[in-house]
């Protein structure tokens, strides 16, 4: 899935080792301040350990004036600068246990081989910016999610596991069996 969501809607777009990768925000109200140093806190929660060394600048190409939301899309890109894609030209023709390499071959009949394309950990810089983003609209939600694993491989590596997600402080009507019942979903401050 390259978009998410119905009242907020998230689509990304670009690949691991390609120039850039990025999304398109829809939905976000007018008047919001944006955070942008609460966006800079959590890519650099994301970033810890990562091997590959961007920097993750983000260019806010459409939505904002002065940091403020005008309520049209949210459009932004963060440029690959540590674009490495000759690393991976081994690959080219071996799939990787864990990746969605094959998945990706199986479905669309070709794949990108260059770090995994848009199964690339690198792909979830655009998610952390979209969500942070959606945690500024409502700061009173609290999201706390734990990931559990079976007994790793002696690879160090696993079979699977279960993410549990726990959500609190959610408005009794920002959500509905049938979305036409919604009702006022975004507040100003």
């Not at 109200?29 to 091997?51: C, N, V, W, Y």
Request: charged share 20%.
């Amino acid at each position: 899935m390259n978009t998410y969501g119905e009242r907020f809607r998230v689509t990304t777009y670009g690949e691991s080792h390609g120039l850039a990768v990025g999304a398109v925000i829809d939905g976000c109200p007018a008047g919001i301040a944006i955070d942008k140093e609460a966006i800079r806190t959590q890519l650099e929660r994301r970033q810890s350990g990562a091997p590959r060394h961007e920097q993750d600048a983000i260019e806010w190409l459409s939505g904002l004036h002065d940091g403020v939301t005008l309520g049209t899309p949210l459009t932004f890109v963060i440029r690959n600068r540590d674009q490495r894609p000759d690393d991976y030209q081994p690959l080219e023709h071996l799939f990787r246990p864990g990746h969605a390499d094959y998945t990706y071959f199986a479905k669309y009949g070709q794949r990108d081989h260059r770090g995994g394309g848009r199964a690339s950990a690198r792909e979830t810089v655009a998610r952390v910016v979209a969500g942070t983003v959606a945690r500024q609209l409502m700061p009173e939600v609290s999201i706390q999610a734990t990931a559990s694993f079976p007994t790793p491989l002696p690879a160090d590596d696993s079979v699977g596991g279960t993410v549990s997600c726990r959500i609190e402080g959610c408005l009794p009507a920002s959500a509905s069996p049938c979305s036409a019942n919604w009702g006022p979903l975004w507040r100003r401050p």
